[in-house]
């Protein structure tokens, strides 16, 4: 460090020393100072007292008020437990409660139970989901009601609106999930008990128990009162249990042969049902054994063991803020009730998949549920005791399901190949014939139709030909065609099952969708493929089969015109309709063409002209009616012969 840095230093450590010391207070205002600051303290120290002294009488205040409030709380519930008592009699006071769901679970449902009402909450099929991919929820929240509305002591109790205690097994349940599975089992009770004073009667109440399984969509569900004859009035011999719920939509379209409703069974009688997806409603006046929500590929079946007294269901439509709501179904069925000191009233409930097999399997008629064609009998046997056989065994081995429609397609065109080959047969017989038609048709032009069509059927006489042969083949295979039609759109066994460019068998198969919002009247808003390559075979078969018939075809032009129409109306029916039945047609028209080609390879058809030829120079064979009518003519004295002269 160099001399002019050092005394730098030196000056600027001078200047601070002066500056402090001519700075420096003097003794006086030290001792100012002290006085003051003093005084400050005592000020601050009775300022704390004061605060204090603030404190304390704010707490005391705040316990006056509390205490003040606890008296009238006290005398508001008392007030308030008065006019529940006067409302709700012996159930004043289960109208209070805890919301508390109670989540059940097996294999396939997921149920959640609710002590309001003591009804199940909501429910969930495991093994599906709705079209949009989200679990399928079948009903959820207050969208259902589920209880009675009986008379007590003059008080209109509705058991939705009361808490009900929940029990698992016999034992107080303490907030668990239950979850069972296979052959396992547990009973969720729920009891509604009447009052004692402040608390409630433990021997009175009315309970509902649902005994669930692991691996089950049915279960029992009992409906029993104990000890309830004083509150509960019983001389009508019934109460009326009522159940409502608003169904959701759970599919991309809905069937206009298979759509919603409610369906019915009268005890030891037929099933009936409402109109499907329609406002309609219907009193039951005689004993039923179950009635059920019905929707294209689910229920809700609620099964009595011996059946209700009476009932009546109803279906409508009704405001709803869920975008999925589709209808809304109730009834109110009659429970017998002899006594409510000792009452078990039996049931079951059916919450799951409207399959075929497993609703026929509880031997109770749910599968009358799916409509295969009971209007007609036939229909109904072709499809239960043959299609769904069919199909369930190919389905059984693992096929992807469009691979399982076409071989059952191959099968039922094996099976009908003889009818096929009459019919084709009988149409070369036409067919050659023609060329005489023809004369015929040209001789009586212009002439009595009567003679002319006499003419025709001497002609088809004496060759040995019926003209209605290929006809009545037809009318066979007409049944199982009708029996497919209701298959398919029915069969749970498509939904959701894609192939190709069809992402769902059970709906329609768009490959184009119009935009903006755009519809063809009759059409839609969309192109399905698969009904557009229906329309374009059933047109070409229609126009094979028409040369194939030869001069039929001419004598009726009008028929002619419509059988080119029916494909085309046929576009608009199936455009939104189930893509596996289009499918199924489509490969039938296909199938056709190949029976078709491979008959006529074995046909030969100057033989068959031939063998009509030498038919001609035979005696016609007298039938056995005309015989039995010329004997009855000889017996009375008349010559047939001299008779016709």
Known sequence: MDKNSIIGLVLIFAIFAGFSWWNAPTEEEIIASQHKADSIAQVQKEQGYQDSLYRIQAQQNRDLVIEETNIVT????????QQLKEKYGAFANSVIGEDQLIRFENEVLKLDFTPKGGRIYSAELLNYKSYDSLPLVLFKGDTAKFGFTFSAANRLINTQDH?????????????????????ESVTISMRLYADAGNTYSNHQYIEYAYTLYGNKYMFDFHVRMKDMETLIDSRQGFLDFNWMTNLRNQEKIVDRFNGSAIYYKFF??????????????????????????????????????????????????SSSRDPKYEITMESALAIPVVSAREMDFGMQMYIGPNEFKRLKGYDLDLERQIPIGWGFFLLAWINEYIVINVFTWLGGWGWNYGIVILVLTVLLKVFLFPIAYKTYTSSAKMRVLKPEIDEINEKFKGKDAVKKQQATMDLYKKAGVNPLAGCIPMLLQMPILFAIFRFFPSSIELRQQSFLWATDLSSYDSIWDFPNGFSIPFYGDHVSLFTLLMTVSTIIYTKVNSEMMGSSSTQMPGMKTM?????IMFLGLFNEYASGLSYYYFLANIFTFAQMYLIRLTIN????????????????????????LEDMAKQRGLDPKQTKK
């Open 605 to 628: 058809e100057d033989k068959i002209h031939a063998k009509l030829q030498a038919n001609k120079k035979k005696p016609v064979k007298k039938s056995k009616f005309q015989k039995k």
């Open 74 to 81: 006290t005398v508001d519930t008392s007030v308030q437990q």
């Open 163 to 183: 808490y009900f205690k929940t029990f698992v097994d016999g034992r107080e349940y303490n907030g668990q999930d239950i979850n069972i599975s296979g052959e």
């Open 563 to 567: 059988m080119y129409m029916m494909p």
């Open 268 to 317: 030891q009688d037929d099933v009936d049902e409402l109109s499907d997806n329609d406002d309609d409603a219907e009193k039951l006046a005689s004993k039923v054994k179950w009635v059920s929500y019905k929707q294209r590929f689910f229920s809700m079946s609620l099964i009595a063991d011996e059946s209700f007294l009476n009932g009546e269901i109803k279906q409508f439509q």
